[in-house]
T-cell receptor
Framework: RKEVEQDPGPFNVPEGATVAFNCTYS??????FFWYRQDCRKEPKLLMS???SGNEDGRFTAQLNRASQYISLLIRDSKLSDSATYLC?????????????FGTGTLLAVQP | DAGVIQSPRHEVTEMGQEVTLRCKPI?????LFWYRQTMMRGLELLIY????????DSGMPEDRFSAKMPNASFSTLKIQPSEPRDSAVYFC?????????????FGDGTRLSIL
């Protein structure tokens, strides 16, 4: 089983739609969680951190369910510019480990 | 402010040749990471350094791969000899001292093609 699993998509949605991505992680000791965005042929960039109580940044809402080891990202009123790959990322603590574990990403294509 | 700088941006070479990828982290960042990204396996951590010291190299695929960080502003990832299956995008990233939720900043990557 992969440490971080995501549906690869693609998710094809019309402009203005609401779309949700899910992610599961295997290590219950994981401490920090993020969503990164990667545009085609570009580097990954931090989109937002994910906090236990859930958090919102404009049209983006991230949620964490530690009991189910599940992370989600909701995008409301999607724009053409939201088209990208969204990477679910988990950070492990403890011992000598200080690594980010990346999911393989979910591809979003917003259609006009 | 300058971000993470990687060179070259693209590299095409024949199998068996030595390949050296270079990275300059953001000034003041204590951590440096080397990743490899392929369609099949996604983004994989190869090795990371803290204050120029290698901390975890468990992701380095085999002895053909080596990484060094001789000082705080420079790191190299070397593949010798290179093989076609090494073709991928290699990213370098850096991060400040360990604080909760501190993001990593990625360079533009090196697109490596081994023929």
């Amino acid at each position: 089983r992969k440490e971080v699993e995501q549906d690869p998509g693609p998710f094809n949605v019309p402009e203005g739609a609401t779309v949700a991505f899910n992610c599961t992680y295997s290590n219950s000791a994981s401490q920090s969680f993020f969503w990164y965005r990667q545009d085609c042929r570009k580097e990954p960039k931090l989109l937002m951190s994910v906090y236990s109580s859930g958090n919102e940044d404009g049209r983006f809402t991230a949620q964490l369910n530690r009991a189910s080891q599940y992370i989600s990202l909701l995008i409301r009123d999607s724009k053409l510019s939201d088209s990208a790959t969204y990477l679910c990322v988990v950070r492990d603590y403890g011992g000598a480990t200080n690594k980010l574990i990346f999911g393989t990403g979910t591809l979003l294509a917003v259609q006009p | 402010d300058a971000g993470v700088i990687q060179s070259p941006r693209h590299e095409v070479t024949e199998m068996g040749q030595e390949v050296t990828l270079r990275c300059k982290p953001i000034s003041g960042h204590d951590y440096l990471f080397w990743y490899r990204q392929t369609m099949m396996r996604g983004l994989e951590l190869l090795i990371y350094f803290n204050n120029n010291v290698p901390i975890d190299d468990s992701g380095m695929p085999e002895d053909r791969f080596s990484a060094k960080m001789p000082n705080a502003s420079f790191s190299t990832l070397k593949i010798q000899p290179s093989e076609p299956r090494d073709s991928a995008v290699y990213f370098c990233a850096s991060r400040p001292r360990d604080r909760l939720n501190q993001p990593q900043h990625f360079g533009d990557g090196t697109r490596l093609s081994i023929l």
